[in-house]
């Protein structure tokens, strides 16, 4: 049976032993109709002219985790910030962990979005929230229908979050292929402030395909910072969609660091409902072999007075392929923008391939908007220079290309993520950076 | 001081009328609408073609048949329908001309108000120009000086007739007719053109051109041209369009092939001012064009274009960068006002070593005009050392008007340097002032900036055309170009 077909019968036969409102359950049903018509993207449409999922769809997937399974804490001690106090919500082979997470709701609710769903009490919160930023494309849809499990996090008025939330998803490879559907709800309301890093692991090289969803909602003078790192095993795809829906005042960043993966296709959402918004893209990636990293980005501008920064840095090397979409939007309301996009790319082989379509598309005239797009190589006077002094050739290059990603980690916020993430680049890049930046 | 601003500007755009919107009352032969294999059939026997030229045709026309109309560009209009066209009209008169005075003064006094007149080219510039009033050439100059250096400059229904093997060979080897919709209908139903073969080693002593004009009422253009230079030649070929003012949509389907042999050089500059429709948005030409040129080793193929009428605009000059060290340019400026609608670009497709490519594009929009650039880069992955710069500049004026950048940068090879930028803005009120302070009219701070930001594009122009680029580009911008 063909995947879709697989998705959609099983759909029907959803248990429904989960009491949940009317409303969602009509949402779903909507969503799966969606999904039925449209299928899984093919390369024929614009926005997926680059990244084919023939080969992961034509995988047979088991939709839920047959057995209960827990992780010694030790085994995936290394995954996390161990060295950073946290709040928690792990999920492995997407069922919960509660001996791994450490939740809360004590003046604010980090929790499950299965709560969520199903408590009276978020109701409200649900009914106002819940796919309202989420577009209606296919594989959202997909993710929409069956939404039932993922992280959801609600900061209430003028709350700044004390220490940053790990969403940590493992996948086991214990049972056979598996695809698993998160799905994020993160609310931060007026003035509060939160940072949040999500990640997803596997555990050994069994494929697991991950469609997952995250809706961000920044009410006015809100600040979040949301980093992403993905760091799967060659066999592990990742479709990942993030909608930020921003109000007046709020500054969001989002950070994405792609090192691994077969297949890792980003969406990024960013909509801009009010004036004086600030919205940051920021992305590494450094691939090799045979893996596939493609980065679509959205900045909506509807509103005066707004920023956006993008900076996506790629390093390829092997026989990977590399893909950058991105696309600023300027409403005929939004004077007074200024958008900025940059993308630099480095292929290190000469099998790797990159495919970059900067896009602007401007309807306002009183705009400021740029973007650059770069391909080259590293500097041969410079890479020559350092060897002069000593420097092995592969240090040399590694610590070149150390240096062109790096501006991109100047703004993360979290210290011990940075640190993270320079010897994450560091073992990408075969080199030791006897550094601290 | 004057008090003219950027809103009187605009205002002006909103209201100019096209002045050169005029039609001249020429019988012609038509033949009824409508587009079947008879249709083709019956104009390649009116031209007197060979058998394989209407084998050719006919083979085209089939393909056209299974192909669907393109919608990918961003571009809103209503479908031309191909069975309510005329494909083929010729001025009755058939004319044979060895001197100007036996041209039909009607023609002659056409030409006046476009500011061209053929004399005045004649003596003053030195100019050959083809000719092409709805589709057959009428008139051919200077025939005789570029036949003893063994340029051939005909029309492309005489090549087929007097130079069969040249045609043959060459003719749909850059654009196929399998290439794309548009491509495929001209190649069933092309009427006339313009073709030119420089041999070896001889630099054209003279820019050629041609004028192309639509003419008559709902007959849609097919003009075909072919310009072949042969190793180490040059040549410098100019195209140039003005049709007069009618309210149907009018199709431009033009397929125009490159081809540049071993260390040859083709500069194409095209200045396009088609009727842009008034300003209601009523009426205009679709200009959808196909051209494209093929380098081989050392070989450099230039476009320049300059876009200011057509309704909508469809047209992306392109380079196949086959050839080692091979070159390719493409300098572009595109105005739109009112509700004109543009998609225009090029496509550099880097399959050779050391070879290299420039991309400068600039868009102006006003009105309610949507204006986009949409490009390709592709390096393939044999193309080691390959080279490109793009720029992508749009200027937009007033608030109802779009701007849009769509370039697609595909890289397979790791020696590739590529960088491209591109910027959106609009006349900054510090430039103005500053201006202003130092006692120019805001009317002239427009102008100069407006200039300055299209310069580098004009500059490309060859000499002879840099006056009639700037005389399309004032219908256009009057009062921003001073």
Known sequence: MELKEKLISSFWGLDSSVEVADHINDLRGVAIKIFEQSGFPSKKQEAWKYTSLNKI?????????????????????????????????????????????????????IC????????????????????????????????????????FVHIPKHKAVEKPIQIIHFSTGHDSTMLLQPRNLIIADENSQVQII????????????????????????????????????????????????????????????????KLIRNNLNFSQNGERIESTLKGITIIGEKQHVDHSTLVNHK??????????????????????????????????????QSNN????????????KPQLEIFADDVKCSHGCTVGQLDEDALFYMRTRGIPK?????????????????????????QRINKLIANKLGVNIGFNL | MSKYTEDDLREELKTKEYEYGFYTDIESDTIPIGLSEEVVKTISKKKGEPAWMTDWRLEAFRIWEVMKEPEWANVNYVKPDFQAISYYSAPNKKPKYNSLDEVDPELLATFKKLGISLDEQKKLSGVAMDVVID????????????????????????????????????????????????????????????????????????????????????????????????????????????????????L????????????????????????????????????????????????????????????????????????????????????????????????????????????????????????????????????????????????????????????????????????????TSKIGEDQIFYCNQRGIATEKAIALIVNGFSKEVLNKLPMEFAVEAQKLLEISLEGSVG
């Not at chain 2, 986009?372 to 393939?380: E, M």
Request: aromatic share 10%; proline share 2%; net charge negative.
């Open chain 1, 345 to 356: 790319n480095i292929l290190i082989s000469d099998k790797a391939t990159i495919n970059t």
């Open chain 1, 57 to 109: 769809v034509n995988q047979d997937y088991s939709l839920e985790s047959k057995s209960d399974k827990t992780i010694d804490f030790n085994q995936v001690k290394k995954y996390f910030l161990h060295d950073l106090d946290s709040y928690a919500i792990v999920f492995i082979d997407g069922v919960y962990s509660a001996h791994l997470s450490h939740t809360t709701h004590d003046g604010m609710d």
């Open chain 2, 135 to 250: 589709s057959v050439s009428v008139a051919t100059t200077f025939k005789k000086t570029l036949s003893e250096k063994g340029i051939i400059f005909c029309s492309i229904s005489e090549a087929i007739q007097e130079h069969p093997e040249l045609v043959k060979k060459y003719i749909g080897s850059v654009v196929p007719r399998t290439d794309n919709f548009y491509a495929a209908l001209n190649s069933a139903v092309f009427s006339d053109g313009s073709f030119c073969y420089i041999p070896k080693g001889v630099k054209c002593p003279m820019e050629l051109s041609t004028y192309f004009r639509i003419n008559q009422a709902g007959t849609g253009q097919f003009e075909r041209t072919l310009v072949i230079a042969d190793k180490e030649s040059y040549v410098s070929y100019l195209e140039g369009c003005t049709a007069p003012s009618r309210d149907e949509n009018q």
């Open chain 1, 112 to 151: 499950l979005f299965s709560a969520a769903l199903t408590k009276p009490k978020f109701r409200a919160i649900i009914e106002n929230y819940f796919n309202k930023a989420a577009s209606k494309d296919s594989m959202v849809s997909l993710n929409t229908a069956f939404a039932s499990e993922g992280a």
């Open chain 1, 303 to 340: 509103a005066p007075n707004c920023e956006s920064h993008q900076d996506y840095k790629g390093i390829f090397g092997d026989q990977s392929t590399g893909v950058f979409n991105g696309r600023i939007m300027v409403d005929q309301l939004a004077q007074k923008t200024n958008a900025f």
């Open chain 1, 198 to 261: 999500e990640r997803h692991q596997s555990l050994n090289s069994h494929p697991v395909f991950t469609n997952s969803v995250t809706e961000i909602f920044g009410e006015r003078r809100s600040r979040i910072d949301y980093y992403k790192v993905q760091n799967d095993f060659e066999e592990a795809s990742l479709i990942d969609h993030t909608f930020i829906k921003q109000e007046a005042e709020s500054h969001c960043s989002v950070h994405t660091f792609s090192f691994g993966g």
């Open chain 2, 252 to 423: 431009h389907a033009a397929v125009v092939e490159l081809i540049a042999l071993d260390e040859a050089e083709i500069k194409y500059s095209t200045v396009q001012n088609w009727y842009p429709g008034n300003a209601e948005g009523q009426g205009g030409v679709y200009n959808f064009v196909t051209k494209r040129g093929l380098c081989e080793k050392r070989a450099k193929i230039s476009w320049t274009q300059v876009e200011t009428g057509s309704a909508v605009t469809w047209k992306y000059p392109s380079c196949i960068l086959k050839g080692d060290y091979s070159v390719g340019e493409f300098y572009s400026i595109a105005v739109t006002n009112n509700f004109q609608q543009a998609d225009t670009g090029t496509k550099m497709i880097h399959l050779g070593k050391h070879t290299k490519s420039t991309i400068i594009s600039k868009g102006i929009s006003a009105g309610k005009s949507q204006n986009s650039y949409r490009g390709l880069v592709q390096i393939s992955s044999r193309a080691d050392q390959a080279r490109n710069f793009s720029q992508c500049d749009s200027l937009l004026m007033g608030d109802e008007c779009g701007a849009h950048t769509f370039p697609y940068i595909e890289v397979k090879n790791n020696t590739a340097k590529i960088e491209h930028e591109a910027t």
């Open chain 1, 394 to 418: 592969k240090e040399a290059q590694g610590l070149l290309t150390y240096a062109f990603a790096n501006n991109v980690l100047e703004s993360v916020q979290i210290p011990e993520l940075k």
